[in-house]
């Protein structure tokens, strides 16, 4: 594998001074999951990195980011630099500037990690594409990103986030994207923003990375894009606006749904496409949408793109769809919708359209398992309380409910639709699967930190403890 950053390069880059010489061949901020020939950096969170540092070259680590020496570690195997965090993000910069490769940047309140995703899906099969891990997209996950990237990089995907302001314009400055994405505006984060349109303000903020020419997308059919339009045009970036109305230059004019996958008509470009992913869902047909929308503004072959989105599907806790046999005789077998990663309102309404749309086997029925959605501010409770009246509520059979907040919307449920409701997934988890039949499709959405994962963990179990049974013992 060749050197991703040589000791002289990241001296360079970082400003730091190096005793001896290595060549690494990645990044790791864990000590725990650190690969031979990293370049492990210290910082400091709960812990202060330097307490790793020493386990870190144990473990294979060819030299540590470190702003002073440990006790007990070789000065060869060190770049020291004034700040950790400093130093990590200057190697962020020096990893983009000596890149030649075409750089996406994807923010918004829902969506970015998918249409991240669905864009390294899409640009894989044009060019060596490099794409941010997991949710990487804070103000250490975008510098690491960018560090990260081999460069004879083709595309680079960066996935921006938030959780105040002023969070997003530093990191899209840093990423210095050629086309940047704002997937959608919603109620998320409104403790820290008081309203939807500064939240949409701080999205539009991603427009302000852009390179000279660069291209800004924007959703056009919510309520908060002329502020997002505003913006791109502040910042001198052409505007493709992606929605469902006559004018988008990206614009969604059906979508079908089926158990598996999702076949999406669109106009892109004055041309009209026919394509599918590989899940079911109305909100992935507008995030595949803007996913190739970006992958054609960055220079890719839209045709190619949308036949590479065809082998796309979801990850686990955003969509997924499983089947667990709960019985050692295969008589109780359940379809699982792991959603469970985090929601909003925009979120949760997409995942009931994804459950309304799914068909359950013989007397199974379509249930909801949801979980509190954190971070909303005083209006809590009404978000919560409002979801009883999503249409989609029509094809549903049962909801079970799970925090404090969830409480609103049991209270706000028909009679024919309340489940359990439990203060904490344990809870709910331990009573769910006798309330289940056979066919079930059970769809299990929260936010992260009410934890409902913790229901897809158990249930997980249940049906590996039959597959265990039918095996007999070993």
């Known amino acids: 594998m060749s ?27 864990d000590s725990r999951t650190v690969a031979p020939g990293d370049l492990f950096i210290a910082l400091s969170a709960a812990r202060d990195g330097h307490e790793f540092v020493a386990d870190a070259l144990a ?57 991240k995703d669905m864009l390294r899906a899409a640009l894989t099969p044009q060019g060596r594409t490099h794409a941010a891990e997991a949710s990487f997209n804070n103000h250490w996950g975008v510098p690491v990103t960018l560090a990260r990237m081999p460069v004879d990089t083709d595309f680079a995907v960066i996935e921006i986030g938030m959780n105040a302001p ?94 598996a996958a999702t076949v999406i008509r669109a106009e892109l ?55 667990v046999v709960l019985s050692a005789t295969d008589d109780l077998a359940i379809d699982m919708i792991d959603d469970a990663f985090n929601a909003n309102p925009v979120s949760i309404a997409a995942a009931l359209e994804m459950l309304a749309a799914a068909e359950p086997e013989g007397r199974g029925r379509r249930i909801a398992i949801l979980g509190d959605m954190l971070e909303l501010g005083e209006t809590g409770p009404a978000l919560h309380a409002a979801i009883a009246d999503h249409p989609a509520m029509a094809r549903i059979d049962c909801v079970h409910t799970v925090g404090p907040l969830m409480q609103h919307l049991d209270a706000a449920l028909p009679v024919k639709l309340r489940g359990r409701h439990a203060d904490t997934a344990e809870e709910l988890a331990s009573a769910l699967p006798q ?40």
Not at 456 to 474: C, F, I, N, T
């Open 269 to 323: 470009s004055g041309v009209e496409r026919l394509f599918k992913i590989g899940a079911p869902g109305r909100h992935f047909a507008i995030n595949a949408l803007i996913a190739l929308a970006a992958a054609e503004a960055a220079g890719a072959d839209a045709t190619e793109a949308a036949l590479a989105l065809a082998g796309w599907s979801p990850f686990a806790g955003r969509g997924t769809r499983e089947r």
């Open 59 to 115: 473990r294979g680590a060819v030299a540590a980011l470190v702003s002073h020496v440990p006790d007990g570690v070789d000065p060869a195997q060190l770049l020291v630099v004034g700040d950790v965090m400093d130093g990590l993000r200057a190697l962020g910069a020096a990893g983009r500037a000596r890149s030649k490769a075409r750089v996406i940047a994807v923010t918004g309140s829902v969506g970015k990690t998918t249409v």
């Open 435 to 474: 309330t289940l039949r056979a066919g079930d499709v059970l769809l299990i959405k929260g936010s992260k930190g009410i934890k409902v994962s913790r229901v897809v963990d158990a249930l997980r179990k249940l049906g590996q403890a039959a597959v265990d049974h039918r095996r007999g013992p070993r």
């Open 166 to 259: 002023g969070e997003i314009a530093p990191l899209a400055r840093l990423a210095r994207p050629h086309v940047a994405v704002v997937t959608t505006v919603a109620p998320a984060h409104l403790a820290a923003f008081g309203g939807i349109e500064g939240i949409a303000i701080e999205k539009a903020a991603i427009y302000a990375g852009l390179e000279p020419g660069g291209i800004a997308l924007a959703h056009a059919d919510i309520e908060t894009f002329p502020i997002l339009r505003d913006a791109a045009e502040a910042s001198g970036a052409r505007l493709i606006r992606v929605g469902t109305a006559e004018g988008c230059e990206a614009r969604l004019i059906e979508v079908q749904l089926a158990d």
């Open 3 to 29: 050197a991703l950053w040589t000791a002289a390069e990241a001296a360079a880059a970082t400003g730091g001074t190096v005793a001896g010489h290595w060549e690494a061949t990645g990044i790791s901020i």
